[in-house]
């Protein structure tokens, strides 16, 4: 009996020992779950519960400048996701197979994703509607909807492909834009992305009353330029004609400007690209080679294909910068227009010691007025104005025609020029400068320069947008032209427009006449870089000289052509009187 007793007592003390060992086993448990897991545990239980989408806001509309033609614009696609946490295991598979079939991607990776612990994951961006259309059949057949989303998105299109296309850049996979006007603006044409939120029960049902919540995107803000489509069409037609017809191996540009505002009316770099497929080479030989390339020289190819040489490149601009230098001389009254025989072409010219020869030295030009200088583009005539002016003067009208910093039109990519510092300069480099040879600039800086000569005399800023619009208020926000300093006389300009007439009519740039039109203009050319053997062939002009409406410079990058490489032998430019 008493052995009966000590067993029963043994038996309940281990029970005891049993229970609480149990217990602090439970209590372990729970305050691992607790304390441990517990963060992890409830942000699971809210990708399971609370799902948020994306929605794409739409960018705004790019316009040109009849504020009609559209020359970017954002179509409506849609987008598809999953929340992996609300797709059965059974079904898993069958949406990663299906989704790989209709929108042609690897099954593996699209398997990957749905079986991810994770709320929500892109499976396509941006797809035609046909397509989502097809899965939401299938959808519908297999009776399978919980964890696949298919949300309307934008896409940006380009209606004229390759037009302006270094003006406009392009955006990325996720609507930011990457070059050009797109990427400038980018913020103010972005708008801001609206949302799709809802809660959700473990199965992957609408929790409770509430069911989505959708917040609206708010569209991006348009944008009209100072482009014309048609203008634009125009120069680049005949810009990649001139570039054809001259076998220019390094391409070309156009800029045409409003010198009284600033607008840019056109500006073309050749070869164009197509803004609907940016990542495809548009030079022929590359393209035949092109899965041979590393990824790094395909970058460096697709780099200088969105270069916009207009205003990301310098180049030596040769005579044309004469008209710099004529500016300088009278303004400063060491020269007048008409003065016959005030200057002596011997076929060269003396400085330091160094004798620098007129491009036309066998047949000197002999007794000469500055305007038949001009005329002429004679060297020995603009290297004896740049001694008379001097280094520090000289300097000081770079500094006013913005020669010497970058223009600040509303484009990113902008370089600046490339002088020798002030202190620097000597007789022979001075002389050089004077005549346009061993100094760099960028085309955005001349053209903004015989526009100033153009405009009265007075600087403007080059610009490419014109207003910024709000289409859900109808708001507008003009931007106002930006005029700086008066870096010559109205005299002196009226001067120059005037000699600059002469050299289309009788001079250099006789190429340039249109009968019943008034044309003023200069050629250039000049080596591109040193012993390189290239050149760059050049024409600027300003039509009519009387009342100017529009300045043009024509850059083409080592032509090779029959032609030749000289600036007055292939440059026709016509314009309305």
């Known amino acids: 009996m008493k052995g009966n007793i000590l ?45 948020s989408r994306k929605i794409t806001a739409s960018r705004g509309t790019i316009y040109d400048a009849t504020e009609k033609n559209i020359l970017a614009q ?3 696609v849609e987008t598809v996701t999953v929340n992996p946490v609300n797709i059965s295991a059974e079904n898993k598979e069958k949406v990663a197979k299906i989704m790989a079939e209709i929108f042609e991607l690897d099954y593996e990776t699209v398997l990957k994703k749905v079986n991810k612990n994770s709320s929500i994951e892109n499976i396509v961006k941006r797809v035609d509607k046909e397509k989502t259309d097809a899965l939401r059949k299938w959808m519908q057949e297999n009776n399978i909807y919980n964890g696949i989303n298919i949300d309307e998105d934008t896409k940006r299109y380009y209606p004229y492909a390759d037009l302006a296309s270094h003006i406009l850049g392009f955006v990325g996979s996720d609507n930011q834009g990457l070059d050009g006007i797109e990427a400038k603006y980018d913020s103010i044409l972005t708008g801001n992305n609206g949302s799709i939120n809802k809660m959700m029960d473990a199965k992957g049902n609408n929790f409770g009353d509430e ?59 050749y070869p164009y690209y197509d803004l609907n497929d940016p990542y495809t080479i548009n030079d022929a030989n590359l393209s035949s080679i092109w899965s041979e390339l590393e990824s790094s020289e395909k970058s460096t190819y697709l780099q200088g294909m969105w270069r916009n040489k207009a205003i990301a490149d310098t180049y030596e601009p040769g005579s044309t910068f004469k008209l710099v230098t004529a500016s300088a001389s009278l303004e400063e009254g060491i020269a007048e227009t008409d003065k016959e025989g005030a200057y002596c072409c011997t076929g ?79 007789p022979v480099e001075l002389a050089t400068i004077s005549f346009g040879q061993r100094f760099e600039v960028t085309p955005i800086q001349m053209i903004t320069m015989v526009s100033t000569i153009a405009n009265k005399g007075r600087y403007v800023t080059p610009r490419v947008v014109k207003k910024i619009v709000d289409s859900s208020t109808g708001e507008v926000q003009e931007i106002e032209p930006i005029f700086k300093n008066q870096v010559i006389s109205e005299k002196t300009a009226e001067g120059i427009l005037s000699m600059m007439t002469s050299v289309v009519s009788e001079g250099t740039g006789k190429n340039a006449r249109v009968e019943g ?44 052509g029959e032609g030749g490489h000289q600036g007055g032998a292939w440059i026709i430019l016509t314009t309305r009187r």
């Open 7 to 51: 067993s029963a007592k043994k038996r309940t003390k281990v029970i005891l020992i049993s229970v609480n060992v149990i217990w602090i086993i439970l209590m372990g448990k729970i305050a691992y779950i607790q304390f441990i897991q517990g963060e992890d545990l409830q942000l699971k239980s809210e990708n399971q519960q609370n799902i």
């Open 211 to 269: 069911g989505e919540k959708y917040e609206e995107p708010t569209k991006g803000k348009d944008l009209i330029l100072t482009i014309d489509r048609n203008i634009q069409a125009i120069v680049e037609k005949y810009l990649e004609e001139a570039c054809i017809d001259n076998v220019c191996t390094d391409g070309g540009n156009v800029i045409m400007m409003n010198p009284k505002n600033g607008d840019i009316l056109a500006m073309a770099t």
């Open 74 to 76: 954002s179509s409506t």
């Open 517 to 560: 039109y008034y044309v003023g203009g200069k050629t250039g050319t000049s080596e591109d870089g040193v012993n390189t053997g290239k050149y760059v062939t050049s024409f600027i002009g300003v039509a009519p000289t009387d009342d100017p409406q529009m300045t043009i410079l024509v850059t083409l990058y080592n032509p090779t």
């Open 348 to 426: 060269g010219i003396e400085i330091a010691g160094r004798r620098i020869k007129c491009w036309r030295y066998y047949r000197p030009h002999g007794s000469q007025s500055l305007r038949e200088a001009l005329m002429n583009s004679c060297n020995p005539v603009f290297i004896g104005l740049g001694q008379k002016i001097g280094v520090t003067k000289y300097y000081e009208y770079l500094r006013k025609f913005g020669f010497l910093d970058k223009t600040g039109i509303d484009l990113i990519g902008e370089a600046n020029s490339i002088f020798l510092k002030e202190d620097k300069v000597g």
